[in-house]
C-alpha cells in the first residue's frame, strides 16, 4: 500500500483482508504505516472496523444468517455513512463508492466465514433431548412425539426423545414400560432401545417393558410388524426376531437368549386399559396382574391360596371391587394398610380343615 494523501488510492482489498484477519504480518504492517500518513486514511481505517464489529455482533445475535445481515449492514451504510462527515468536495462521490466497496468486501469475508462457522457448529451442536418420567403411582397417557407417533408411559418409567427426529431413524430410548402407536414413515424407521435390546418398527402398535433391573425385555406387538435386535448376542443365529400381531419376543439378558412365542396373557396393557379378563388363571397370578394394573400390593397369607383358579372379566374397576369379588368367590378374609391389601382364609374355609 503506497503511502498517499489521496484517499483514492487505498487498496481496499488489502483493507477488507486485515480487518476480516487473514492478512499476513507484512501486510498488517503496511496497513497500520498507511494509516498514519496525513488525510482521511485513519478515519477510514476506524469506520470500517466499526463496520466489522457491527457485522460480527449482528452475526452473533442472529446465529449467522447472512441474507439478513446483508440487509442489515447494507442499511446501516445507507442511513449513516461510515466515516466522519466530510466537507463537499470533488472526492465525496468516489469516496462514499469506495466505502461500500470496502464494506462489500468486509461483507463478503465474514459472511463466507460465517457460513463455515455456522455449518460447522450446526455438524457438532449436541441435541436436545426430552425427557418424561412417571413416578410409582402415575400413567401417563397422550404423549405425543415430533413425528406424530402416540405413547402411554406406565409408572416408574422414563421416555426419551430427541426435540427433532433427524437422521434416517426415528430413535428414542425407554426404562420401564410404554405402549406405543407409532406413526407410519416407511422411509423412517421408529427404533426402540429397550435394555439391551432394539425394537425396529415402521408404523404399528405394540407394548414394550424394560425396567431397570429385571432380567427380560419383552416386547408383545398389538398390530404391524416389529423387528426386535440384541446386538449384544454373541451368535450369529436368533439375534433377531420379526414379531407379529399376538406374538411375544422376550429377551432373556444374564442367559443372553431371544425367545418368541404366542403371548398368552391377555393382560398385557391391562395397565393402559385397566381390562382385565381371566379364564380359570392361578389366583397367584391374577394378583400380579392386580398390582401391575393398580400399582398396588397384594398379599396372601397362605401359598395355597395362589393356586386357586379364578375365571372372570373386568372393565375400568377400581381394585377395590375387584378384590371384594375375590374375596366373595372363595371364601376369603380382605384386609387393608398402609396401601397394602392382605387376603386371609377364614377360620372355616376349607384349606383351613385339610388335616
Known amino acids: 500500500m503506497k503511502a498517499s494523501r489521496n484517499i483514492e488510492e487505498v487498496n481496499w482489498d488489502l483493507l477488507a483482508k486485515v ?3 487473514e492478512a499476513s504480518a507484512s501486510e498488517k504492517a503496511e496497513v497500520e504505516a498507511w494509516a498514519g500518513q496525513p488525510g482521511e486514511h485513519d478515519a477510514v481505517l476506524k469506520s ?9 455482533l449482528y452475526y ?6 447472512p441474507a439478513a445481515a446483508w440487509e442489515k449492514i447494507e442499511g446501516d451504510l445507507h442511513a449513516s455513512p461510515p466515516v466522519r462527515e466530510l466537507k463537499p468536495s470533488h472526492r465525496e462521490v468516489p469516496l462514499r463508492r469506495r466505502i461500500l466497496q470496502v464494506a462489500a468486501s468486509l461483507l463478503l469475508a465474514l459472511a463466507l466465514g460465517a457460513v463455515g462457522y455456522y455449518a460447522g457448529f450446526r455438524q457438532h451442536e449436541p441435541t436436545v433431548f426430552t425427557e418424561v418420567i412417571s413416578n410409582d403411582q402415575q400413567v401417563l397417557r397422550g404423549i405425543l412425539l415430533p413425528d406424530g407417533t402416540q405413547v402411554t ?10 426435540r427433532q427426529f433427524s437422521g434416517e431413524v426415528r430413535e428414542v430410548s425407554i426404562e420401564g414400560e410404554a405402549f406405543f402407536e407409532v406413526h407410519p414413515d416407511a422411509s423412517k424407521p421408529f427404533v426402540i432401545t429397550a435394555g439391551d435390546a432394539r425394537v425396529k418398527v415402521l408404523g404399528t402398535s405394540f407394548n414394550v417393558c424394560a425396567r431397570p433391573g429385571e432380567k427380560t425385555v419383552e416386547v408383545v406387538v398389538e398390530t404391524g410388524k416389529v423387528e426386535v435386535t440384541a446386538p449384544r448376542l454373541a451368535q450369529e443365529p436368533g439375534r433377531s426376531l420379526l414379531l407379529l400381531p399376538g406374538e411375544k419376543g422376550v429377551l432373556f439378558q444374564e442367559a443372553r437368549q431371544l425367545v418368541k412365542s404366542v403371548n398368552d396373557n391377555p393382560n398385557v396393557t391391562s395397565w393402559k386399559t385397566n381390562e382385565l379378563v381371566f379364564e ?16 398396588t400390593e397384594i398379599q396372601l397369607s397362605d401359598p395355597a391360596l395362589a393356586d386357586l383358579l379364578l375365571t372372570a372379566h373386568f372393565s375400568q374397576q377400581p381394585v377395590e371391587f375387584i378384590l371384594e369379588v375375590i374375596r366373595l368367590t372363595f371364601s376369603l378374609e380382605l384386609s387393608a394398610q398402609n396401601g397394602q391389601y392382605f387376603l386371609t382364609a377364614a377360620q372355616n374355609h376349607p384349606l383351613k380343615q385339610k388335616p
Do not use: C, I
Open 48 to 56: 470500517a472496523e466499526e463496520t466489522m464489529k457491527k457485522a460480527r
Open 153 to 162: 408411559l406406565n409408572n416408574n418409567s422414563r421416555l426419551t426423545w430427541p
Open 280 to 295: 380359570q388363571k392361578k389366583l397367584g397370578d391374577v394378583l400380579k396382574d392386580l398390582e401391575k394394573t393398580y400399582h
Open 60 to 65: 452473533r445475535s442472529r446465529r449467522f444468517d
Open 19 to 21: 480487518l476480516s484477519d
